[in-house]
C-alpha cells in the first residue's frame, strides 16, 4: 500500500512539473510575441511605400461628348411645323466633357506609364499627375482591348521615378503585397493585403482571363495602379473587383507583371496594338467526363477541337484530340491558362507543350507565329421567303471568327447581325451562331447556303445550326 502510494505521488509531482514546464514555455512564447524593442514596435511598410510610391501616377481621361440643349431638336413632328433649320438652331448641339479617373504606373525613366485600356478609353486628352502635384501631357503608345492595358508616353524631358518588373509567376498565395492608387479620387493611397490566389481564370471580366487575385483594398480609382511585393517589384497592374456595393470586398483582381512586360515591350518595339501569337488551333476545357472518357486522374488541360491547315501547330505534329497538359514545363489548367503561357512566350518563340495522346504523353516543339493576314470579308444580308431572312451572314475565316468570338479555326457560315422582326430573329437566331445545314445539305460556305435556300422553297425547313458547341435543329414550315 505505501509502495502505491509512493508511486502515485512520484507520477502527480511528474505531471505537475511538466504542466508547470508546460505553461511556463506558453508564457514565455506569448512575452516573445509581444515587441521588446522600439524597432519591433515600429515596424512598418513606410520604406517600401517611400521607394515605390513616386512611380505610381494619376491618369486623367477627358472626352467630349456632343449633347441637345433641347429635347425637341431633330424631332420629326417638331421639325414639320417649324422647320430643320429652325429646330437645328434651337436644338443646338454643345460639347459636354466626360473625365475619368485611374492610376497608372511608370515602368521607364523616359515616362512610359502602364495602366487600364478602360480608363483612357476614347479619350480626347489625357494627364498624368504625379504624387507630388505635376502635371504632364501624354500620349497614346498602344492599347490593347482584350488584355484591357495601354501604354502611355509622358510628354517630359527628364527622368521619371520607376518601378521594376517583378516575375508574376513567382509569386505565392499568401505573399504579402500593396496595392497603391487612388481611390475614388481622394489622393495617392496605400492599402496592404496577401495574395489570395494565382492564376485566377473564368473571371469574365474581360477577354483576358487570367489574373492574380488579392484583398488588399481596390475601389474605383485604383484600375491601372500597382500591386507590389515586399522586393519592391510591381507584380501586377490592379484592374477589377468583386463586389455588389461598388465597394472592396477583399476580392480584387490584378493582370500580371508578365502580362504587362510583353505589351509594353510590344509598345517599345514601335507597335500600336499587341500581337498574340498563333498556333492555328481552337482548344475546349477539360470537364470531368471528358477527362474519365480519357483516363485522366484529373480534369485539366485544353482538349484540340480543330486545326488549322498548315498551321504553327499543324505542322509541328499536334492532332485533334490532344491534351496539352504543360507549356514549358508549367501547368496549363485549361484554355485560358495556355492562352496566358502563349501570349506571355511572344512571336517567334519555340515552347514546348506537354501533351496526352492515346493515354501517353510526349513533348512537342511549336514555333509561334504571327496570325497570317486573311482579307475581311463583308456580310451579305439574306433576302427572300425562307426562315433565314433579315439574317448578315459571313464566311468564316480567321479575321471574321475573331470579330465573332469565334474560335479562329472555326469554318463555315456565321452569323453577324439579326435584323429586329424579321423571320430570323422569329426562328431565334443569334450573332455568332454558325449555320450548319438546311434540309440535309450541309453549309460549308456562303455558295452552299445559296444553293440550299433557292431549293428549299416551298417546302418544310430543316435547319441546323451551332450555338456555344452545341447542334441545335429547328423545323418550320
Known sequence: MTAWRSMLVGTFMAVSAVAVGSSALA????????PESRAQIQASFSPLVKQTAPAVVNVYAARQVQQRSSPFAGDPFFEQFFGRQFGDSFGQRKPRIEQS????????ASGIVITNNHVIEDADEIKV??????EYESRILLRDKTSDLAVLK?????????????????????????????????????????????SRTQVGISDFDFFIQTDAAINPGNSGGALIDMQGSLIGINTAIFSRSG?????????????????????????????????????????????????????YGALIAALVKDGPGAKAGLKIG?????????????PDVLGYRLS????????????????????IAVKLEKEPAVKDVAPQLIEGDNPLAGASVVELNAASSKKLRLPEATTGVGVSDIYRGSPAQRLGLRPSDIIRGINGTPIR??????SALSAGRGLMWRLEFERDGALIRQFVR
Do not use: H, W, Y
Open 129 to 134: 499627375a504625379m504624387s507630388d502635384g505635376r
Open 322 to 334: 490532344d491534351v496539352i497538359l504543360r507549356v514549358q514545363g508549367v501547368r496549363a489548367d485549361n
Open 27 to 34: 508564457q514565455d512564447a506569448v512575452t516573445r510575441a509581444v
Open 101 to 108: 479617373l485611374g492610376s497608372g504606373v511608370i515602368v521607364d
Open 154 to 198: 509622358i510628354e517630359g524631358k527628364e527622368k521619371f521615378p520607376v518601378l521594376a518588373l517583378g516575375n508574376s509567376d513567382a509569386v505565392e498565395v499568401g505573399d504579402l503585397v500593396l496595392a497603391i492608387g487612388n481611390p475614388f479620387g481622394v489622393g495617392q493611397t496605400v492599402t496592404s493585403g496577401i495574395v489570395s490566389a494565382q
Open 344 to 363: 506571355t512566350a511572344g512571336i517567334g518563340k519555340t515552347v514546348d507543350l506537354d501533351i496526352l495522346r492515346d493515354g501517353k504523353t510526349q513533348s
Open 445 to 450: 460556305n456562303i455558295q452552299d447556303l445559296q
Open 247 to 299: 465597394g472592396s470586398i477583399g476580392i480584387g483582381f490584378a493582370i500580371p507583371s508578365n502580362m504587362v512586360k510583353a505589351v509594353v515591350d510590344a509598345a517599345a518595339a514601335g507597335n500600336s496594338s499587341f500581337v498574340r501569337p498563333f498556333i492555328g488551333a481552337t482548344f475546349q476545357t477539360i470537364t470531368r467526363d471528358v477527362a474519365d472518357s480519357l483516363g485522366m486522374e484529373q480534369p
